[in-house]
């Protein structure tokens, strides 16, 4: 089944509508783990306006580890700093637990070597806090497989 939906990356002249390899469309369930409530309200925010997906939020790793594990969901969006189990931890709990589960992580901590790192915990992308638009095309690609 190929998928149309409203071109949104890159120069868009028109209106038309293209093939979109970002698209949202066979994802409808992401998961979100971050310690602040602000940015996961604005996650939610972003996601939910521009998507129709169901979005679960959690405050800690020791969380995301729970809901994913009951939940399945299609993509885990991570926190590194979190209290009672970090990002890193929870990331490496999940790939193994459920290895086909893409895990993103969003933190202000973001640097080549926390990707080197956390590419050995199973967080397939690090993605910096404030960077929305790294961050859509990083679900879209974690999403299109």
């Known amino acids: ?6 071109y949104f990356v890159g120069h868009h002249t028109d209106d038309e509508e293209r093939p979109c390899r ?3 469309a066979d994802v409808t369930r992401i998961l979100i783990a971050d310690d602040s409530p602000a940015v996961r ?8 306006a521009a998507h129709s997906v169901e979005l679960i939020e959690v405050e800690n790793g020791e969380a995301a580890l729970s809901r994913t594990l009951e939940l399945r969901p299609d993509l885990v969006i991570l926190d590194l700093a979190m209290p009672i189990m970090d990002g890193l931890t929870a990331a490496r709990e999940i790939s193994t637990a459920l290895p086909g ?8 901590h973001s640097t080549p070597a926390l990707e080197l790192a956390a590419q050995s915990y199973g967080v397939l992308h690090v993605v910096a806090k404030g960077d929305t638009g790294e961050l859509l095309a990083a679900i879209g690609q974690l999403t299109s497989y």
């Open 22 to 24: 970002l698209s949202f």
């Open 1 to 6: 089944m190929n998928v149309r939906v409203p």
């Open 101 to 108: 589960i893409p895990i993103l992580m969003y933190t202000m």
């Open 41 to 48: 309200g604005a996650l939610v925010k972003l996601l939910g």
